[in-house]
């Protein structure tokens, strides 16, 4: 059973930081990526930032240069360091990972953790 374990969220001031992490357990197939999502009240769910197999790093243009992923691969666990921290950021974000079971991927979601950013 992949369980997916997020901690760090919080309230914090616009200009602050933040750190999120997201531990894996019960992974037995390769993991394809590691990625951490948002939503916003009223809003669709939306890629913040992700970390793929081969090491390569994406984040949405909204996030570049104030946030940064990382992962430890030994401990099947994603961090996600957010400085610069905007009122605009305030969502709930969540943990995601991509495994490859053969032929099939497939998503399993962490239960996701607040973060609200005051002006």
């Known amino acids: 059973q992949v369980q997916l374990v997020e901690s760090g969220g919080g309230l914090v001031q616009a200009g602050g930081s933040l750190r999120l992490s997201c531990a894996a357990s019960g992974i037995t197939f390769s993991i394809n990526a590691m990625s951490w999502y948002r939503q916003a009240p009223g809003k669709q769910r939306e890629l913040v930032a992700a970390?793929?197999?081969?090491?390569?790093?994406h984040y949405a243009d909204s996030v570049k240069g104030r946030f940064t992923i990382s992962r430890d691969n030994a401990k099947n666990t994603v961090y996600l360091q957010m400085n610069g921290l905007k009122p605009e950021d305030t969502a709930v974000y969540y943990c995601?990972?991509?495994?490859?079971?053969?032929?099939?991927?497939?998503?399993?979601w962490g239960q996701g953790t607040q973060v609200t950013v005051s002006s």
């Open positions: 995601n990972v991509d495994l490859q079971v053969g032929a099939y991927e497939y998503d399993y």
């Open positions: 970390h793929t197999s081969d090491d390569n790093t």
